[in-house]
Each structure stands twice: as C-alpha cells, then as structure tokens.
C-alpha cells in the first residue's frame, strides 16, 4: 500500500507561525533575560541566580524561568504544528501565533514582581498560548487519525 502526503498552498503559513515566529519570540525572551542579568548582577555562566548569594535572586529567577518555560516547549510545539498544519494550515498557523504571543505575556506575567509567584504566570493573558497548543494539539490528531484510516 502507498501512501502520500500532499503539502497544501497555504503551508508556507506553517513555516513561518513554527518555524520563523519562535525564533523570533526566543530572541525577544532572551533578551529580556540578558537585559534581567544587567539589572540584577547575574552573571555567566549561572543559569539562575543563587539565593543568599544574589540579591535579587528571586526576580532574576522569574525572568529566566520565563523564558525556560518557552524553550522546554517549543521544540514538541513545533513539530506538532508542523505535521498538524498538513491538515489545518491555517488553524496551525493562526495558533502559533498564539502560542507565541501567550509565551511572551507568560513570562511578562512570571516576571512581575508585584503579583503572586502562583498567579502572576497567567495575570497577563498567556492563557492564549493554551488556545494556541490545543489548535495545533487537535489538528495532529485529526491528521494522525486520517492516516490510520487510511
């Protein structure tokens, strides 16, 4: 039995929502955090910053983990978005933008000082990038069940 995959028009949507706009959303995380090193004293090459030892360990810390949260993600994100895009391409793409945009109000929202460590991650509406993974999370499935059926 052969199969095949046909990639449709409206996939190069695909190729810049996951493949273009989280480099571009990493580098304005990692900017935040360099610019969160200058502020706070953390130099390199710590990762974090060490409590009792740093300052402002704490705030650092909520910058940096931040922008963590969007690198521990984005590479399962992508590929699902990638294979679910070959059937919803324009749903795939819309929800990374999504993913995206909530990855970066996630980690304003983290960084926030004034709010609760608990809550402050969702303070600033990152629950779109929730919309985002579940566009993407349900394309796949669609897909993956299409080609079992098959």
């Known amino acids: 039995m052969s199969l095949s995959i046909t990639v449709p028009p409206s996939y190069g949507w695909i190729v ?24 706070y004293g953390v130099e390199y090459p710590n990762l974090y910053a060490t409590p009792k030892f740093h ?4 705030e ?7 922008h963590q949260n969007f690198i521990e993600n984005i590479g399962g994100y992508s590929i699902m978005t990638f294979v679910g895009g070959l059937k919803h391409p324009i749903t795939c793409a819309v929800g990374s933008v999504l993913y995206c945009v909530g990855s ?7 960084a926030d000082n004034s709010l609760d460590v608990k809550d402050a991650r969702y303070k600033k509406g990152a629950a779109v990038k929730w919309i ?3 566009a993407s999370f349900v394309s796949t499935i669609k897909f993956a069940y299409d080609l079992i059926q098959a």
Request: charged share 20%.
């Open 104 to 110: 970066i109000l996630y980690m304003k929202g983290y």
């Open 16 to 39: 810049l929502g996951a493949g273009i706009f989280p480099v571009i959303t990493s580098m304005y995380l990692g900017g935040a955090v360099m610019k969160a090193r200058k502020e």
């Open 132 to 134: 985002g993974f579940f």
């Open 55 to 58: 300052e402002k360990a704490d």
């Open 60 to 66: 650092f810390n909520r910058v940096q983990r931040g």
